[in-house]
């Protein structure tokens, strides 16, 4: 247990203590501080309280969050699809269903599990994300480039961080866009409604998503989505905020939605500068069968 967490409440903090909390320290969420009330790890002038609560001006909270459980990262004998190898990068399809690197929840069986396995990485990103300079989510599919040695990591997080690569996803969405092209210019952060979740808010990150409409059924449109910055599910909000959410997406879309194993969003191209020789490199993946599998049985039930 570790005890670095407290607070003095003002009256800008008065109220149930588990939303105010959740409020105050948003690295946290709501459900996991309920968890540590629950479990006695939140004190109220030294008490142990309920969720329900009320803080009140002068209160002092303590919170002692448990340790994190200790991951141990091994490499593991996990088939890659490689799209590409030299000395210093990877390409790498990664398939629908695949966490990129370990996390509470996921230990093991990771994409970096495999990379480990396969290839010396990178070590700028700490323990658990050797070789990742840039994440797509678990049940998105495509290309991703991971770094074998440091030049290579600093190069390519330049690039990134200088908007100079190419991102590019294929995403099949809910109703029918009628422009043909389009940007999504709005602000992204952590939702004040649900924690596990990014919206768009006033004070976010600035995001920018282009998309460009590749076929229109007659409740579904296949877009391509090319990405300007790199926010997290960055394609997922503002497709929904643009009143299209991703089919299969169970964070962001409604409810009836077409089956499958999550999104259905695919990173089909991937450009940057080699590290080494700054010569610029391109490369495309085709869309994962189940994708292909759905926009045929669309395109002979849901014609435009």
């Known amino acids: 247990m570790s005890t670095d967490l407290t607070l003095n409440v003002d009256s800008a903090l008065t109220g149930r203590i588990d939303k105010q909390l959740g409020h105050h320290f948003s690295q946290f969420s709501r459900s996991q501080i309920q968890k540590w009330i629950e479990d006695g790890h939140v004190l109220v002038n030294g008490?142990?309280?309920?969720?329900k609560y009320k803080l009140t001006v002068g209160d002092r909270v303590e919170i002692i969050p448990e340790e994190p459980k200790k991951i141990d990262l091994e490499?593991?004998?996990?088939?890659?699809?490689?799209?590409?190898?030299?000395?210093?990068?990877?390409?790498?399809?990664?398939?629908?269903?695949?966490?990129?690197?370990?996390?509470?929840g996921h230990p093991d069986h990771t994409l970096v599990n495999a990379l480990l396995y396969h290839?010396?990485?990178?070590?700028?990103?700490?323990?658990?994300r050797p070789g990742i300079v840039h994440r797509i989510d678990k049940d998105t599919s495509g290309l991703?480039?991971?770094a074998k040695n440091d030049m290579a990591h600093r190069s390519l997080a330049a690039q990134l961080k200088a908007k100079t690569n190419e991102r590019?996803?294929?995403?099949?969405?809910?109703?029918?866009?009628?422009?043909?092209?389009?940007?999504?210019?709005?602000?992204?952060?952590r939702s004040l409604k649900d924690r596990k979740k990014q919206a768009v808010v006033a004070d976010g990150r600035h995001a920018v998503t282009h998309f460009k409409v590749l076929e229109r059924f007659r409740h579904y449109t296949l877009v391509a989505c090319r990405l300007e910055t790199g926010r997290t599910h960055q394609i997922r909000v503002h497709m929904r905020y643009i009143g299209h959410p991703l089919a299969g997406d169970p964070l962001y879309g409604p409810r009836k939605?077409?089956?499958?194993?999550?999104?259905?969003?695919?990173a089909?191209?991937?450009?940057?500068?080699?590290?080494?020789t700054g010569k610029q490199m391109t490369f495309t993946a085709p869309l994962p069968d189940s994708f292909s599998k759905m926009l045929e049985h669309l395109r002979k039930t849901d014609q435009a």
């Open 168 to 189: 590019e996803y294929v995403a099949l969405v809910h109703g029918v866009i009628k422009e043909d092209r389009g940007t999504i210019d709005a602000p992204l952060g």
């Open 268 to 276: 089909r191209l991937l450009g940057f500068k080699h590290p080494r």
């Open 144 to 146: 991703l480039m991971v």
């Open 75 to 104: 490499p593991e004998n996990i088939p890659l699809d490689i799209v590409y190898e030299d000395d210093d990068v990877i390409v790498v399809n990664k398939p629908q269903g695949m966490v990129v690197h370990p996390a509470p």
């Open 257 to 266: 939605t077409l089956p499958g194993n999550g999104q259905y969003l695919h």
């Open 47 to 51: 008490q142990q309280v309920k969720s």
């Open 119 to 128: 290839s010396p990485l990178s070590t700028i990103n700490g323990e658990f």
